[in-house]
């Protein structure tokens, strides 16, 4: 079956560490892969794309990587601040699906100062 | 800007009760979709749509209804509300266009007694 996982535990660092979180999927053919964020009581916010033939993305201190091979996709935020605290959502597009994005359960991540 | 536009933001309903949740964008965007989300269960697409007049199934479409009949709007009918349906629900919108990324509105809280 088709499954989408993110970093299923809440992941705490420390104010200036680098954060990474994981996204692995299976039985699906992305063409692009999103990442977004969620603050409590709000939607989710848009943050990068990475298209399938793209290795990897930076935008200001955040990091995507794309792995077809493996099926997965690594994100990264640099020098880690407390107001990057907030649930971080992968999500895919897939092919033929008539625009439908599918995401993931999300992951916690919690910057201490 | 307003972008994605969903009221009511929080309501409580009886079991048996059905209702209406109102998604409206002003950004001319074909896609709109509806999710509902909750703890541990990520984003789970229950109906979406590519134009005005077109709706689809997605992972959740049970005990719901949706209609697209003009661009703008995408409302979400429960026809007899279950406690099941306790949740977080949000509207999402988007380009055509290659890529693009989803405009979620802010959700609407909803609990079924």
């Known amino acids: 079956s088709q499954k989408i996982e993110q970093n299923s535990e809440a992941l705490n660092i420390q104010e200036g560490k680098t954060a990474t979180l994981t996204c692995n999927y299976t039985?699906?053919?992305?063409?692009?892969l999103q990442w977004y964020r969620q603050d409590p009581g709000r939607g989710p916010v848009f943050l990068l794309l990475i298209r399938e033939n793209e290795k990897e993305k930076r935008k200001e201190r955040l990091k995507v990587t794309f792995d077809t091979t493996l099926k997965q996709s690594l994100f990264h935020i640099t020098a880690s601040q407390p107001a990057d605290s907030a649930t971080y959502l992968c999500?895919?597009?897939?092919?033929?699906?008539?625009?439908?994005?599918?995401f993931g359960q999300g992951t916690e991540l919690s910057v201490k100062p | 800007n307003a972008g994605v536009t969903q009221t009511p933001k929080f309501q409580v309903l009886k079991t048996g009760q059905s209702m209406t949740l109102q998604c409206a964008q002003d950004m001319n965007h074909e896609y709109m979709s509806w999710y509902r989300q909750d703890p541990g269960m990520g984003l789970r697409l229950i109906h979406y749509s590519v134009g005005a007049g077109i709706t689809d199934q997605g992972e959740v479409p049970n005990g719901y209804n949706v209609s697209r009949s003009t661009t703008e709007d995408f409302p979400l009918r429960l026809l007899s509300a279950a406690p099941s349906q306790t949740s977080v629900y949000f509207c999402?919108?988007?380009?055509?266009?290659?890529?693009?990324?989803?405009?979620f509105g802010d959700g609407t809280r909803l609990s079924i007694l």
């Open positions: 999402a919108s988007r380009s055509t266009g290659a890529n693009q990324p989803q405009h």
């Open positions: 999500a895919l597009d897939v092919y033929n699906q008539g625009g439908k994005l599918i």
């Open positions: 039985n699906y053919s992305p063409a692009y």
